[in-house]
Every structure is written in C-alpha cells, then in structure tokens.
C-alpha cells in the first residue's frame, strides 16, 4: 500500500505529464498562429491592394482560439493578435478586417498530437484578395510541418459589394478553405472503378452560404463545398439492428438536370444512441472507417462524385494515400450523391494485381448475377473495443426511379446537390436556371415536416429572386 | 514590474502552476486552469504588494492555495488540504524543481530514456490524452497492466528528474 507521500508524488508527475502535454498542443497552436500572421500580411504586401471601403466589424463572436491565459490579461501578451499587423499602419486603411476560419493541414505530424490540434482556427484579420496555392508556396511555409493557405472569398471586383457603412456593426463570420477548389472529374470504371469519399460530415460550409446568402452578399465558388451542404440535412435511413454496426443504403433515380444521367444516393448510418444511454459510456462504434466504391463497367459508362472537390490532383490525392479514416460514433450519418452514365460497356481485363469484383480474368459462376450491379459498397472499420477489422459490404441493383416517384430524401438530397453545383459554376447544367432548383426544392413543401429545409427552400428563392 | 515583464512571467510559469493546482484541486484540470487564471488576474492587481526579493513561483502558488480555499468555503463539497499536506505537496514540488519552466525540457529529456514499453503508454495516454480503457484498447493490453506500467512510468520519471536537478537543497 503506498504511501500518504507516494500518493502525492504519484499525483505530481501525473499533473506534470498532462501539463506537459496540454503544453506542446498549445505550442503547435502558436507556431500556427505565427505561419498565418507572416504567411497573409506578405501576401498582403505583394499584391496590390483595393480600395475598399471598409466593412465595420464588431469584436463579437467568434470561433474558439485555444491560447490559454491571453485572455484574461488582455491582448498585450499577445500582440501577434491585435498588433500593428490588424489596425495600424497603410496597410489597414485598405484590407478590411474580418474574422477569418482557417483550415489547418497537417503533415507529418504526430499522429497521437495531431488528433488533439484544430482542424480549423479562426482569427480576426486583414484581407486583401490574395490566393495562396502553388505547392511551392505550400512548401516554403515558415512552419515545414504544416501548409496554411488564406484567401479572400471575394474577387477583386469591388463594385460588387455593399459600400453603405451600418449603424449596428454586425460580425461577418467567413471561412476560407485552402486554395482554389477543383469539382471531381468524371472517370470511367474501365480505368478507374474505385472511389472513395471522407465518412466526415461537416456542414460549416452551408452555415457560410446561408450567412452570405441572408447577407445580401454574392457567394464565391470557393465557399461553397457541396457535401458539406448535402450533409447540413438529415435523412431517415434505417437503424442498424442486431450484430450490424452501419446500415449501408444506396438507391438510383433518373437525374432532373439531365436525362441521359442518372443519380446515386448512397448513405451511411450508425447506430443510434436511446436518450436512456449512459452518457458516460462511448458512443464511439468504429476507428478507422473507411468507405470505398466499385462501379461496374457493364453498368456504368462514366461518374463522377458530386462535392467532395479537391485542391490536388487526383494523382496527388492517390499518391496522398486516398480518402483519411475516421473515427465515428453512433448516430453518425453520411450522404453523397454521384452522378452517373449508364451504358454496357465492354468487357475488359484487369490490371496485374489488382483485385476487381467485376472484371474476373477468368469467367465467374457469379457473372450473370453481377452484370445487374451497379456498383459495390465496401466499408472497412476497426471495432473500437478489440481492434478486430470488419468489413460491411453491399451491392446496388434494379433499374432507375423516375425522380418524381423517388424517396422524398432523395429528390430533396439531389435538389441540394443542384444547389451546389449551381453555385460553383459546374458544367453540364446548361439551361438550368434556379426556377428550376426552386421546382424541385418546393416540391415537397406540403409534405416535408423537416423546418431547416423549409429554410433552404427560402435561400434558394433569394438566388431565383437575384438572376432578375 | 511592468506589464511586459508581468507578461514573461504569467508565460514562464504557466503550465507550472497548472501543474500545481491540478494536483491540490485533485486532478481537476479544467478547474485547475480557471483557479490559475484567477491568480494571474489576482498576482497583476496587486503586484504592486509583491516583494521583489521573493521567489515570485513561490508567491503564485501561494495566490493559487488561497483562491483553491475560497472555492472550497464556497462549495462544501470541494475538499481543501490541510497545511501540512500542502506543505507535503510544496516540498516535493522543490524536489523534483517542478516549480521551474525548465521542468518539462526534462521531463521531456527523461520519457525519452524510458523503456520502450513504458514510454509507449505514456505517450498514448497522455499525449493523446485518452482514457485509460481507450488507450489500453490502442495498445492492446487490459486496463489494469496500462495502470501499472503508467505507475512504473511516474516513478521512473520522477527518479530521473530528482537525479537531474540543478540547486542544492
């Protein structure tokens, strides 16, 4: 039995190690905070400035920047903050100063640490209309274990915006994500008949949007990520029941943007916790999932996953080792949306060493049956308590649902993706106008008990009413 | 003292005294960061009182006690420790130096000599701040032999800092 005295020394090293480990993800947060600071005000330097007029901000809300005891004795300790950078000086005069979300990627970080850094940090700063991202920029950051890129949503064009100075400052929250956004291409299975999205659902993106949107102000292509805005919504796809971790749900209905298309909604949902669950225990139901997709070649002529837009290439991104792991917990839900030519291709072989479902070397007993797929879902996952590896797979047939007659989660889930797509500027929807997004949007009015859907029906009617 | 060098101090000394009030609030690192908040806002409005000639970590520690007991007066279900305990915790605190900044470079010095077995716990626990379940899952071993090695890892650290220590006592 230890002693009185063990105890407390026991106590000591425990607080030690924890302070010490609170302390270096502190650290990293700072060295973050210095990369942005030099990182935007030289880019800020070598671009010329506009002459705006300025937008008056109020020193309100804003995102969280965990820096412990600055706070409370004011912005002297830190002058990186408030310092000459943000209100004095020429170069105030000219940048106009907003509260600005970062995201933060890192690399090479260790792995155990990275899980507890910010994934974005928001920071009130001076904005000139710079773009930051050629991978040589990315590479010559003062901080090598980290790529920080900033720029402003709004184009240089100043005449589009609102020069009326307000009464009552109000905050302008808005994020900003690395670089210029590229759409994902189309691809075919012959080629390339894996796919793969992140299982996050975040939907920061579409709170941006709707802020915008409210605010009179024009939406940048690079604010908009459209899964962020499909996942802002919620979709009742079943609960899994007994050994089932996911519930894999995909169906196919024709595309109201184009009629040789066809769309896909896939879905995943996690268990969901009672209201009676302990909220002490995890909720935590899977570690490392991972979601990957074959489409069939004898289905399928051509994709493309809507959203998901990329700031590298694909080959980057494959190089990058393809879509990150993520834990999830119950409750958790994901929808994608990919848009898809059928066609019956030619049969062809595969690559040496790669391991296909529905291009078999030899002729397959099981051949005449996977013809009928579309596509195979595969989701890989460690059970979190055992470390055991699982697999949850599931294969889509049948033919296509006019969209009308689909699932009202379906047409609403496509209609936002329209949204989306609209508001990035992609191609193949020549003649689609936002009459035509605000048809589809209204046509569940009657029977959709979903609020926040009535909302976006209204965004979708300040877009129509701005095309005049 | 100016603000300035208010400013050093509040940095130099922070993760210290968090360190120090986590161990007399019981372990309570939220509770521990806001006491140590209030004792810097408390330190700068009466710095004027503050004898230059003392060590100032030591005087911070003592703000630090007095704002632990007016919680727990506040609160009766907060228990406060005795003056003899945190005279207990003060000596062993000056032992080990934990009252320095330096104290973590090595500390950092000392996980790095730790067996590996050792090491991987207290990295996986600690600096990926799980519970002791979830971070015995990701090493593959049951709770109680996480526990343990953490505990074999605490006293080696502490032997290994009472050993690098750089005043006499």
């Known amino acids: ?210 802020h915008v949107i409210c605010e009179g102000l024009p939406v940048s292509e690079n604010l908009v990520l459209i899964e962020e805005c499909i996942n802002a919504f919620s979709y009742d796809y079943p609960a899994p029941r007994g050994d089932q971790d996911f519930t894999l749900n995909a169906n196919i209905l024709t595309c109201p943007w184009n009629d040789r298309h066809m769309l896909i909604k896939i879905g995943i949902q996690g268990r969901v916790m009672s209201a009676s669950d302990n909220s002490n225990v995890s909720s935590l139901i899977a570690k490392d999932a991972a979601i990957q997709i074959e489409f069939n070649p004898q289905r399928v002529e051509s994709y493309r996953l809507i959203g998901y837009a990329l700031c590298l290439s694909d080959e980057e991104r494959t190089a990058a080792g393809g879509s990150s792991c993520l834990d999830i917990h119950a409750g958790h839900q994901v929808t994608a949306i990919y848009e898809v030519i059928p066609l019956r291709p030619v049969f062809a072989a595969p690559k040496p060493g790669q391991r296909l479902k529905y291009q078999a070397a030899a002729p397959s007993p099981h051949s005449a049956s996977r013809v009928q797929e579309w596509l195979t879902l595969k989701l890989n996952y460690q059970d979190p308590e055992n470390g055991e590896s699982r697999l949850q797979q599931a294969a889509l047939k049948g033919e296509a649902i006019m969209w009308h007659h689909a699932d009202v989660d379906s047409r609403f889930a496509s209609t936002v993706a329209l949204f989306g797509m609209k508001l990035r500027g992609m191609d193949g929807l020549e003649g689609i106008t936002w009459d035509h997004v605000l048809a589809m949007a209204q046509y569940d009015t009657t029977i959709s008990p979903h609020q926040d859907r009535g909302e976006f029906i209204s965004l979708v009617k300040a877009l129509k009413s701005r095309q005049r | 003292m100016s603000r300035e060098e208010f400013s050093d101090v509040v940095r130099n000394n922070h993760a ?154």
């Open chain 1, 1 to 210: 039995m230890k002693s009185q005295e063990e105890c407390y020394q026991d106590d000591l090293m425990d607080c030690l190690l924890k302070e010490q480990a609170r302390k270096d993800r502190e650290q990293v947060i700072c060295e973050i905070e210095h990369a942005i600071m030099s990182q935007t005000l030289a880019q800020a330097r070598e671009h010329p400035t506009v002459d705006w007029k300025r937008l008056i901000l109020s020193g309100a809300v804003a995102a969280a920047v965990v820096l412990g005891f600055g706070y409370i004795l004011g912005a002297s300790l830190h002058p990186k903050l408030e310092g000459p950078h943000t209100n004095t000086g020429e170069d105030s005069e000219k940048l106009i100063p907003m509260w600005v979300t970062y995201r933060v990627e890192y690399v090479g970080m260790d792995k155990e640490l990275e899980t507890k850094l910010p994934r974005e940090i928001a920071y009130k700063r001076p904005i000139a209309p710079v773009l930051l991202n050629k991978k040589e920029d990315r590479q010559n950051t003062s901080f090598p274990e980290m790529a920080i890129s900033a720029f402003s949503p709004y184009d240089d064009d100043p005449s589009r915006f609102s020069t009326a100075e307000t009464e009552q400052p109000r905050p302008v929250l808005v994020t900003q994500f690395p670089g210029k956004l590229v759409d994902q291409n189309w691809r075919t299975p012959l080629t390339q008949p894996l796919s793969s999205f992140s299982l996050d659902s975040e939907n920061a993106s579409y709170a941006n949007i709707r």
């Open chain 2, 16 to 169: 210290t005294l968090c360190a120090y009030a986590r161990v007399i609030t019981g372990g309570d690192g939220v509770r521990a960061k806001e006491i140590v908040q209030d004792a810097f806002v408390a330190a700068w409005n009466n710095i004027g009182k503050f004898d230059v000639t003392r060590d100032i970590s030591s005087w911070l520690r003592g703000i630090i006690r007095n704002k632990w007991r007016e919680v727990c007066r506040r609160n009766i279900r907060e228990v406060s420790l005795s003056h003899d305990k945190l005279e207990l915790i003060e000596h062993q605190l000056t032992e080990i130096e934990a009252d320095r900044p330096e104290v973590f470079d090595r500390l950092a010095h000392c996980r790095e000599q730790l067996p590996e077995t050792l090491a991987a716990s207290v990295k996986t626990y600690y600096d990926g701040e799980l519970s002791t379940q979830e971070a015995a899952a990701r090493l593959r071993i049951n709770g109680a032999t996480l526990r343990k090695r953490l505990e074999r890892a605490r006293t080696a650290l502490r032997e290994c800092l009472e050993r690098n220590v750089s005043r006499i006592h």
